[in-house]
């Protein structure tokens, strides 16, 4: 069986999985991060309590603190349900059951709910997304897109993809992507454009220490070569 979705489907992450999907050193989550599509993923705030300086922008940030629960509501059961039906797809071991990743998931959505008032009064939580980011050039270290760029690649054109990367690099010194896989534990088949097209950048393929969708190990990491 095949996952489908036919639109962007808010599932966060926490914490401790953005720093292994990203591969992101103690000093690196000390910069000044843009979370690109991060939706109710709770790497924001638990970042920021820890002394980081995150801001994300998606925009499921439009919605009200309600809205944003009941659409958790409608989808969380197909999700769970697509992941029962292809189990092969994952590796299940820090996450060792359908069951524990939908406790996981809730959890970090959780947080991220309790945390989205005061996030939007404080600028946290920026309502926008790709093609257009409302930033002045070079505003941050790092940005992140979590689960959006490349897996996609039936919904979003290979188009969008370069417009969006490249958007990430004019507001950051650097970008990184996670997975380089589509829904179905493939390789997307928009990753050797993109290293084509950015190929005038500095770019890299790093694996990483995470792993749930079987050979989704990897980032991929574009750098401005000078600012």
């Known amino acids: ?9 808010p599932w966060g992450r926490n914490f401790d999985e953005y720093k292994r999907m990203f591969n992101l050193t103690e000093d690196e989550l000390k910069l000044k991060i843009l979370g690109c599509g991060d939706g109710p ?4 705030v638990e970042c920021n309590q820890a002394g980081g300086n995150v801001i994300s922008i998606d925009p499921v ?8 629960q009941q659409r958790i509501d409608e989808t969380c059961m197909d999700v769970l349900s697509q992941t029962a039906s ?8 820090a ?8 406790r996981i998931r809730m959890g970090a959505m959780k947080i991220f709910l309790e945390s989205y008032d005061r996030g939007k009064a404080t600028k946290k939580y ?9 930033f002045e050039n070079h505003t941050f270290d790092l940005a992140l897109s979590s689960h959006f760029l490349f897996l996609y690649t039936d919904n979003l054109t290979y188009d969008f993809h370069v417009q969006a990367m490249s958007e ?8 990184r992507i996670f997975p380089l896989l589509d829904f179905n534990a493939k390789r997307s088949s928009y990753v050797e454009g993109i290293l084509r097209d950015f190929k005038d950048r500095d770019i ?3 694996k990483v220490d995470y792993e749930f969708q079987v050979g989704g190990n990897e980032v991929l990491i574009i750098r401005n070569k000078t600012l």
Do not use: C, H
Not at 1 to 9: A, D, L, Q
């Open 95 to 102: 996450i060792r059951s359908v069951e524990d990743l939908g």
């Open 86 to 93: 292809n189990r092969e797809k994952f590796v299940w071991n």
């Open 41 to 44: 993923a709770s790497f924001n």
């Open 126 to 134: 920026i309502p926008g997304g790709f093609p257009d980011l409302p």
């Open 204 to 206: 890299e393929i790093r």
């Open 168 to 175: 990430m690099l004019r507001v950051a010194k650097e970008a």
């Open 1 to 9: 069986m095949t996952f489908k979705y036919n639109e962007i489907v």
């Open 61 to 68: 940030y439009n919605m009200t603190k309600e809205q944003i």
